[in-house]
T-cell receptor
Framework: AQKITQTQPGMFVQEKEAVTLDCTYD???????LFWYKQPSSGEMIFLIY??????QNATEGRYSLNFQKARKSANLVISASQLGDSAMYFC???????????????FGTGTRLQVTL | NAGVTQTPKFRILKIGQSMTLQCAQD?????MYWYRQDPGMGLKLIYY???????DKGEVPNGYNVSRSTTEDFPLRLELAAPSQTSVYFC??????????FGPGTRLLVL
């Protein structure tokens, strides 16, 4: 079974509008973390936002927020007030386990390509 | 503070050749990782290290080797290059289980 599922291969959004990128995950570990990374056409991986499984509130970082619904095992990324520079691939990733000493191995989804239009 | 650096940026190998992808970080991170990204796909973990002298396999380790003699460096070795190893390779580091920070990637083409 896929551990991270991103069902939207591509999305379009108009500039200044909000957009939601979907991510569902599968784990039986009670301690886990969810990450979103942005990959522009230049290729680098840019960290956007993190949500821990025990965090009570949804994470926010500037125009990025993470809509964390634990019971549904979803961790959708919301980008508000889209900008042309937001056009990129977006990857959802999960770290399982919370013990210090174990590496933070990430499992990535296949990504969603976001195109912001005028 | 350069973060995570990778060399080379791009390389073409012939089948059967060997090479080492270099990765270095100056953030004093204990954990380092190697991922590969095939076209249109997410990243897959090749190897990781929790500290100098300690390495372990990830999801797709076959055809690769690593070593970690210092905290700063984590080279990835390809011994007998195969076309299936054509990919973009990313190195990353983290302080324990915190956020991983990625290098700019190495694009490898095996012909």
């Amino acid at each position: 079974a896929q551990k991270i599922t991103q069902t939207q291969p591509g999305m379009f959004v108009q500039e200044k509008e909000a957009v939601t990128l979907d991510c569902t995950y599968d784990t039986s570990d009670p301690s886990y973390g969810l990450f979103w990374y942005k990959q522009p056409s230049s290729g680098e991986m840019i960290f956007l936002i993190y949500q821990g499984s025990y965090d009570q509130q949804n994470a926010t970082e500037g125009r990025y927020s993470l809509n964390f619904q634990k019971a549904r095992k979803s961790a959708n990324l919301v980008i508000s007030a889209s900008q042309l520079g937001d056009s990129a691939m977006y990857f959802c990733a999960m770290r399982e386990g919370g013990n210090t000493g174990t590496a933070s191995k990430l499992t990535f989804g296949t990504g969603t390509r976001l195109q912001v239009t005028l | 503070n350069a973060g995570v650096t990778q060399t080379p940026k791009f390389r073409i190998l012939k089948i059967g050749q060997s090479m080492t992808l270099q990765c270095a970080q100056d953030m004093n991170h204990n954990y380092m990782y190697w991922y590969r990204q095939d076209p249109g796909m997410g990243l897959k973990l090749i190897y990781y290290s929790v500290g100098a002298g300690i390495t372990d396999k990830g999801e797709v380790p076959n055809g690769y080797n690593v070593s970690r003699s210092t905290t700063e460096d984590f080279p990835l070795r390809l011994e007998l290059a195969a076309p299936s190893q054509t990919s973009v390779y990313f190195c990353a580091s983290s302080m324990y289980q915190e956020t991983q920070y990625f290098g700019p990637g190495t694009r490898l083409l095996v012909l």
